[in-house]
């Protein structure tokens, strides 16, 4: 009786530890199931799960292992995986995610692979890629991709699935490799192309502006779709996420949501006459500490606070300990200090026509930092800076990052502070005709402006420079000021929630709150980034627009690897970290 009793017991016990098994299988499973999630779609698209119908594709559909994704003529699909992977799909296209396994404590057991059926996808790796090569398998017919170095890769397969199977990759970063049914190609570098058909042995690898003009348009309009950042991210709440994006659409109005210009061969992103398309806004308050107001040029007055806008016309003035950082549409800069007034009596920024691009500001009083952007470098001409009675120029089209700082109540007395480039000044006093990097000038009444000298005074329109050049920025990259501004407010209200959090850390309602703030800060920082990435590939297509044909293929004379600003990041200002009222839209934090 006491063995059937204990075998009883030892049954229920392997039943429970098989039963246990099972969960955990079942927990594991369902925690690989969702492999990733539809980030954006364009046109016509559908998607068809495992045993059942096709269906529309959506933003924020998950799929797993065995999903068929379709697009239909104008139609484009942007998927994101759980391991950061991203894929762009192309018009008349098809593919399979064959399958897929995230496991981010051991790689090794980590997979992807993805069959293109037909058509045209940008493959952007993630984690996997990035680390364990092996791991993925890119197909198209009867020939595979595969990366060949660390740190992933950002390249695009064109496939035609026909009786004589013709395939093309084109790298933008890293290296791959293919593999075809004539032969091997064992490396295809960044910025080359090289194409295959069944019965031909593989051409040698060629630069992407001598591959034929389809295949150029075909390449610079994937390249030219917005795709999020590759970075791991839990499925489903990224998923939700995307939904609430388009919901709110985040993305500035006049850019395209991951579409290609018209012809399909410049990729698009901004309208031209403006950073925003339609929109009339110059820029956006990236910063502020203390009380700063704006006054629009109808008389309108409001708080300058973090996210702000701000159209042509527009004066901002600041408080006794007030400072408010001003980010344009071209990426310049500029640092408002205590007591001081500035009006922004003109802007207009075309990406794609620097020439008809101009900003125009007059410092009426007080303190300011000016960081050049994409107008100077094009055309220098088009930047006018006022400061008082006096007029400023720069001398060349090189990036410039100047303090000038002027008393305008009585005589004029001002200084100006190069930190990077050089600059003139006429005053009501004379010219000073050159104050180099690392000096400084100082002018005022009685006397003609003297060789820049180093600041060693106590004026306190001296201090009021050296103070301001001290101050850290955000990159002067191009941006898309209404997605950035959003990001800035997401990003300014998650640290006032996370320091309500941490004034007490036992109320679960401020932790949660802090906890959703930074995930809508995140989200938003996202989709501006994005949009930036749109403007920043806008107006470098415009730019290779211009280029000369290369001997061997069309107008477009070069597909960059990524995305390259037209103005060069100033090395000095070091990015800003989140602080009271503050956010770095646009660099890591």
Known sequence: M???KNM??????????CAALVCAAFVSSSAWAQAGYVHEVLGMASIQRISAKAV???????????????????????????????????????????????????????????????????????????????????????????????????????????????????????????????GPIHKVESGQYVRWQTGRTPTTPIPIAAAPAVTQAAVAGLWGMVVPASNPVAV???????????????APRGVARGGVASGGVAPSGVAPGTANGDSKEAGYVASAANTATMQTASGKTAAAAVGTTFEPGTTFNTGND????????????????????????????????????KSVMDLIDGAMRYVSGSIQAENREGVSITAGASIIDMLSAAPADFTVAINTRGQEVGVARVALGEISVHTPYGAIDRIAMDQSNIWGPRKTPASPIPVETALSVVQAAVTLQASALPDNSLVAVLAAA????????????????????????????AQEAAEQASMATQAANSAS?????????????????????????????????????????????????????????
């Not at 009883?8 to 530890?17: D, K, L, N, S, T």
């Not at 408002?336 to 794609?352: E, K, M, T, V, W």
């Open 236 to 250: 489903a709440p990224a998923a939700r996420t995307a939904v609430l994006v388009a919901a709110a659409d985040v």
């Open 8 to 17: 009883r017991e030892a049954v229920r016990a392997i039943g429970a530890f």
């Open 486 to 513: 959003r990001a800035a407010a997401a990003v300014a209200a998650a640290n006032r929630a996370e320091s309500a959090a941490g004034a007490d850390p036992a109320n679960a309602r401020l932790q949660a709150v």
């Open 56 to 182: 529309p594709a959506r933003i924020g559909d998950t799929f797993d292992a065995g999903t068929v994704i379709r697009t239909g003529s104008d139609g484009k699909v942007v998927l994101k995986f759980a391991d950061g992977q991203v894929v762009a799909l192309g018009a008349d296209s098809a593919l399979r995610l064959v399958r897929y396994r995230y496991v981010p404590n051991n790689l090794v057991l980590s997979t992807s692979a993805i069959e293109l059926m037909r058509g045209e996808m940008r493959f952007v790796s993630g984690i996997i890629g990035a680390t364990y090569q092996e791991g993925i398998h890119i197909s198209a017919g009867n020939s595979m991709a595969a990366i060949q170095n660390q740190g992933g890769a950002d390249f695009t397969v064109l496939f035609k699935p026909e009786s004589q199977e013709a395939g093309a990759v084109a790298v933008a970063r890293g290296e791959v490799s293919v593999r075809t049914p004539s």
């Open 322 to 357: 007030a400072r408010i950082v001003l980010k344009f549409a071209d990426g310049q800069l500029v640092v408002l200090g205590p007591r001081s007034a500035l009006n922004i009596a003109q802007y207009q920024f075309d990406p794609c026509d620097g020439k008809a691009s």
């Open 533 to 589: 990435r749109a403007v920043a590939v806008t107006a470098r297509a415009c730019t290779l627009e211009e280029l000369p044909a290369a001997a061997a293929g069309p107008a477009l004379a070069e597909v960059p690897a990524a995305p390259q600003l037209p103005t060069p990041a100033i090395p000095v200002i070091p990015p800003v970290t989140p602080g009271a009222g503050g956010g770095c839209t646009g660099s890591k934090c």
């Open 2 to 4: 006491i063995a059937i």
